[in-house]
């Protein structure tokens, strides 16, 4: 009998094996409070040595919608789409949660190393925190587009709403929650390939920033690209482009939810966590070696 | 021990750990002024094989306590490491009848966070529930002696601090299988005389306890076993007393060599 069998035959099982998929899933799912939990300390302390604190999570959006609209207004001139500042606005902070959950879900083994190398719990749930931690920021950035929109509707001379709220508005959680689904498997994606080559970490500010330009943040893709209806065509495949341009659809006035975005967002939303957690889940037993 | 009585022992006892042939090789970049066609231009990195631990295997049997010894890089915490499935064997398995818990002194929580919250993401990544974790937390505080300290970050503790935290974390509950890096030889006099009561008490209650460490007296007083690593090849394993002489006439002559 060899070593392998005496342990089976003793009830031994094999430390450190990845366990099946659906079991794998179950624990994630036991320890989700830890996922969470992790998120919202991370956040708090990412913001606990400045002075201002957690007003950063309000400020920083702020200063970055300020300073996206005073630019892109002033260089676009009369060429700035319709509803420029909801339109921006829209644009801008969907897309910094979007290009964020990318980024720190690329980071969140490598950068919490300490974590992975003493605790051993499912990996995966330290780039869902990254995406939970993304979120919450969110919530400021949600606020100030609330705020956006609802001035940026109002019609000052007579004093009432051009674009009342509506059933669309009801919509747009679901946007959200498709939204942060594909983060999910987008930050699970991200942070394997971060974690076995770290040349990815080189390539992440050229990568967002490429997205930043061909997603339509704030600029209308249909209006530059109108004399290349195949080259529009594939850009509206980029996932980024999709989410954004369906909220505007649903809370900007002068744009419309098309039903060839929905199910576009529909289809990133259910198979990017699918990918995600599949491919994660693989290399399971090596994230933490320090090669 | 013969392998006559190993055979008759590996009938009558449970065992706990199975180390079979366990090989850890870490490929690293070194920079090396040798050049190969890859890095010929100028380039001054060069992969290493670095073979930390050499074919070890043991079985641990239940209610051992373990102590490891060896000189520094001899492959103690690569091998621990592995036991506690944190790095996998390149060759080899480890097997075991619970998931071990490794507490080691390089093991850095959240150093931006408070002792109060590493203490709950502690608890959580063990799998305990929030309240579970918010009931613990006064004992780990008491135990630790960090009541002061403990809403401080933990990057304002000193290294005997942190150390001693993350010690009554770990031992807040009774692990199975617990894997103890010389965690407790940076903790005080005071301390280290709480910890080694609370292994002998985790010990009593059927648990299994590895302990690293390069303090010979806290090895003979709480392990009833003793491995010797050397250069990543298992070098001696048995009775604490003969192992620990031997250790000691041979890093007696090392010294003196050197």
Not at chain 2, 113 to 137: D, F, H, P, R
Not at chain 2, 156 to 170: C, D, P, Q, V
Request: with cysteine; charged share 15%.
């Amino acid at each position: 009998m060899n070593k392998a069998e005496y342990a089976a035959s003793h009830g031994l099982k094999r430390v450190g094996a990845r366990p099946p998929f659906f079991s794998y899933l179950g624990e994630v799912w036991r320890r989700r409070v830890f996922a969470w939990t992790l998120s919202t300390y991370t956040s708090e302390a990412a913001n606990a040595r400045t002075r201002l604190g957690r007003w950063w999570l309000i400020l920083l959006p702020t200063i970055q919608a300020g300073t996206y609209g005073l630019i892109f207004g002033l260089i676009l001139g009369s060429n700035r789409p319709h509803n420029f500042l909801a339109f921006l606005f829209t644009g801008v902070f969907l897309f910094s949660f979007m290009s964020g959950a990318f980024q720190s879900g690329a980071s969140s083994i490598v950068g919490n190393a300490g974590l992975v190398r003493s605790l051993s719990f499912p990996r995966i749930l330290l780039p869902l925190s990254s995406v939970i931690q993304q979120f919450i920021n969110l919530w400021a950035q949600l606020a100030l587009l609330l705020v956006t929109l609802l001035i940026t509707a109002f019609d000052f001379s007579n004093l009432t709403w051009q674009n009342p709220i509506d059933l669309d508005w009801a919509l747009f959680p679901v946007v959200v929650l498709l939204m942060v689904m594909f983060c999910s498997g987008l930050a699970m994606i991200a942070a394997r390939i971060n974690s076995q080559a770290r040349d990815l970490g080189k390539l992440i500010p050229f990568i967002t920033r490429i997205a930043f330009y061909v997603s339509g943040v704030f600029f209308s893709l249909e209006t530059v690209l109108a004399a290349w209806p195949t080259a529009l065509a594939i850009f509206e495949f980029n996932p980024f482009y999709d989410f954004i341009q369906l909220s505007r659809g649903l809370l900007v006035a002068g744009y419309e939810p098309s039903a060839k975005l929905w199910l576009l967002c529909i289809g990133w939303a259910v198979i990017m966590p699918i990918i995600g957690s599949l491919y994660f889940w693989k290399a399971e037993e090596v994230y933490g070696r320090d090669d | 021990m013969t392998t006559n009585d190993q055979a008759v022992a590996a009938e009558t006892r449970q065992p706990v750990v199975v180390v079979d042939g366990v090989d850890i090789i870490y490929k690293v970049y070194a920079s090396g002024k040798r050049a190969n066609k890859w890095n010929a231009g100028g380039s001054k990195q060069t992969l290493r094989e670095v073979h930390a631990v050499k074919n070890v295997s043991f079985t641990v049997y239940q209610g051992e306590t373990i102590g490891i010894i060896g000189t520094n890089g001899s492959g103690k915490s690569s091998l621990l490491r592995s036991v506690a499935g944190l790095t996998q064997p390149t060759n080899g398995a480890v097997y075991a009848s619970a998931r071990p818990v490794l507490l080691g002194v390089g093991a850095v929580l959240m150093p931006s966070l408070s002792g109060e919250k590493n203490i709950m993401l502690g608890g959580l990544a063990m799998g305990y529930s929030k309240k579970e974790t918010a009931e613990l937390a006064p004992a780990i505080t008491e135990f630790a002696g960090l009541e002061e300290f403990i809403d401080l970050p933990m990057r304002t503790y000193s290294s005997g601090m942190s150390a001693r935290l993350r010690f009554a974390i770990a031992a807040s509950r009774n692990h199975d299988i617990l894997i103890i890096d010389e965690a407790l030889s940076v903790g005080d006099q005071q301390f280290r005389k709480r910890s080694e009561a609370r292994m002998r008490e985790m010990r009593d209650t059927a648990g299994t306890v590895f302990l690293v460490s390069h303090s010979i007296k806290s090895i003979l007083d709480t392990c009833s076993r003793v491995i010797w690593l050397e250069k990543g090849v298992l070098k001696m394993d048995g009775d604490p007393l003969e192992v620990c002489k031997a250790y000691n006439r041979y890093t007696g002559v090392t010294s003196t060599e050197d």
